[in-house]
Nanobody
């Protein structure tokens, strides 16, 4: 496993969670990173991404203003701060390493995936 997401759990609507992804330095050096999620019976969908350098971030419309992606270079850790959570945010969340130095909204642009972490938001 190249990386492992953690920090998921059960939270009430309106609450917050912070997901972490400890990526391998070998596989994440100079690469963009992204977060995706998959709800039961649905396809995996893009949530957020960031470039290796430069600070550019991307967000799905459904999470803009509520979620924030960030990166700690020293530890090769990527975070997803999730605020104002809604029941529709319930899913398994995955972090992934991009094929290049930029983040992307496309699943195809990511090469390494790890085990996800379950996020459940109750109404």
């Amino acid at each position: 496993v190249q990386q492992q997401a953690s920090g998921g759990g059960l939270v009430q609507a309106g609450g917050s969670l912070r997901l972490s992804c400890a990526a391998s330095r070998r596989t994440s050096s100079n690469n963009g990173m992204g977060w995706f999620r998959q709800a039961p019976g649905k396809e995996r969908e893009f949530v957020a991404a960031l470039d290796w350098r430069g600070g550019r971030t991307l967000y799905a419309e459904s999470v803009k203003g509520r979620f924030t992606i960030s990166r700690e270079y020293a530890s090769s850790t990527v975070y997803l701060q999730m605020n104002s959570l809604k029941p529709e945010d319930t899913a398994i969340y995955y972090c992934a390493t991009a094929r290049s130095s930029v983040g992307s909204t496309s699943v195809r642009e990511y090469q390494y995936w790890g085990h996800g972490t379950q996020v459940t938001v109750s109404s």
